[in-house]
């Protein structure tokens, strides 16, 4: 007879001790890529993406690296941008770049049964797209179309003068679009950083899914063919932060709401300190539960969502909050935020936040490693530093061992209030 499950009855809470890493397999294409392995999932379902020395980060243009990768699939030698698509279609395979600040990411997902089919449709818009002038031209206009209309936004008007701010207006991370940028950029200088950047000497591979001895040849037969070049290095103009209170308004009259983004530079996952500061900066703002939540939302209502995070990039590392408030509570809720991180520095963070926390984010961490596809996504997070799956690992004994006057240590390191960069956009 079956047991009743009584439903007044809530499951057995267990936390989360310990999080079984899937293995990584490392081998080298014949042009000396390096290829990474996740073999794993029931689904005859592949992904493979590309990494590319080709970010922001390699250009003093700011258009350049985005628009790159957006011209891949609008022409080849051999076919024009309707017949890639078709072709993608056709296999149900899926093509999608995607430009950050530090890498170019292309990527792939094809059934298992087409990757013959897919790979050397992929090799060829890889290495033989040739950026036609009117798919460059009708991209460009369509970009800029998006980019007016993005402009009336406070979110994305703060996010960027607060880039700025940051880093600096010269510095590839903090140079701010602007129309001109859209109307000023030609399709040769795009079509050239591409011929630089876009080759094995700055490719490395991550294959996940159903993966067998069969597939890995084939990726080797396409992609271990492609042409390689010595490998880019990255601009490094120096960092300069624009600090200063108050802050820096971008007014906007008809603004219902005003959009906050407030921030520091701090360091990046190859520091020591990141590990401790992320888990801090959780604290502060980083989850349904977290200090600035309760206060800013919870208490005052001046907010539906606030969001704080500690961000790594290549050269440098920054925390930044993040929150659209009601426009008549916007200095009231900057000075909250104040008030949220002095506490930080100045009283221990009790065991019992410190627990739930660690739960919060060994839970998130699970997340990360559910499935094949989701585990490549989390590895790609690592990769360009160099780092493996003993990042997390180290993560993991960081989050188990780390004690409230730790915590309070790097609060007072890195929570310095009065070199705070802060951009509102919307009435102030």
């Known amino acids: 007879m079956t047991k009743l499950m009584n439903r007044l009855t809530p499951p057995e809470f267990k936390a989360v001790r310990d999080i079984a890493f899937p293995n990584i397999r ?8 390096p290829l990474y392995i996740l073999n794993g999932g029931t ?9 590319v020395n080709a970010g922001s980060i390699y250009s003093t243009q700011k258009l350049v690296a985005p628009l790159t990768g957006l011209m891949l699939n609008e022409g080849t030698s051999g076919k024009n941008a309707h017949q890639i698509a078709e072709a993608f279609d056709f296999y149900g395979a899926y093509f999608q770049p995607t430009t950050e600040k530090d890498k170019t990411f292309v990527g792939l997902v094809t059934l298992s049964k087409y990757l013959e089919q897919t790979l050397p449709l992929f090799s060829e818009v890889l290495n033989q797209s040739i950026f036609p002038q009117k798919e460059f031209d009708i991209l460009v206009d369509r970009r800029r179309q998006n980019f007016l209309v993005e402009q009336e936004k406070t979110s994305f008007l703060a996010r960027e003068v607060f880039y700025e701010k940051l880093f600096g207006p010269n510095h590839p991370y903090g140079m701010k679009t602007q129309e001109a940028h859209y109307l000023t950029t030609p399709r040769e200088d795009v079509f050239e950083f591409y011929q630089e950047h876009f080759h094995a000497g700055n490719f490395e591979f991550i294959v996940s899914g159903k993966v067998g001895k069969a597939e890995i040849q084939l990726i080797n037969q396409y992609l271990g063919r492609l042409p390689k070049k010595g490998t880019s290095e990255s601009l490094t103009p120096t960092i300069q932060t624009a600090k200063g209170m108050p802050p820096f308004v971008v007014e906007k009259e008809s603004a219902v709401q005003s959009s906050i983004r407030t921030g520091l530079v ?14 801090l900066v959780t604290i502060f703002g980083g989850y349904f539960g977290s200090r600035l939540m309760k206060n800013i939302r919870e208490e005052k209502g001046y907010t539906y969502g606030i969001n704080a995070m500690q961000v790594s990039l290549m050269q440098t590392g920054f925390m930044a909050v993040a929150a659209d408030v009601k426009a008549e509570n916007t200095r009231e809720a900057l000075h909250e935020i104040i008030v949220e991180m002095e506490k930080l520095k100045k009283e221990p963070i009790p065991v019992e ?17 559910d499935g094949p596809f989701s585990t490549a996504d989390t590895f790609k997070a690592v990769v360009p530093y160099n780092l493996g799956f003993d990042y997390f690992r180290n993560m993991q004994e960081t989050l188990w061992s780390i004690s409230p006057k730790r915590l309070l240590e790097l609060a007072n390191r890195y929570f310095v209030t009065e070199k705070l960069t802060t951009v509102v956009a919307g009435k102030y």
């Open 266 to 279: 701090t360091v990046n996952k190859l520091h020591p300190d990141y590990m401790g500061l992320k888990i």
């Open 26 to 33: 490392i081998e080298k294409l014949d042009n000396g890529c």
């Open 43 to 51: 689904q005859e379902v592949i992904k493979l993406d590309v990494m």
């Open 353 to 369: 936040e410190l627990h739930l926390v660690r739960n919060y984010m060994m839970g998130d961490m699970l997340q990360m490693f």
